[in-house]
């Protein structure tokens, strides 16, 4: 399965290494990878593809991770975000 993870909140420490963390727990590969700070605030898009895993539990996973980090993390599979954006 590949994905789009896209992780939004206030930049502190730690975002990137708990995120990335919890994608090797996953056994997530990340593909692609762009972040970016602006007036203290921190996006990051990434494109990552995993074995065979329950894409309930993958967003549940990362939207657990992202409350402890206190960062939204939404998870979209790749097929649905690229029909949402086809002009």
Known sequence: MRAVVTVVGADKIGIVAGVTATLAEL???ILEISQTLMSGAFT????????EIDFQVFQETLGEKGKAL??????QNEAIFNAMHKL
């Open 27 to 29: 056994e997530a590969n």
């Open 44 to 51: 990051m898009m990434m494109l990552v593809e995993t074995k």
């Open 70 to 75: 206190g960062v939204s993390i939404h998870v």
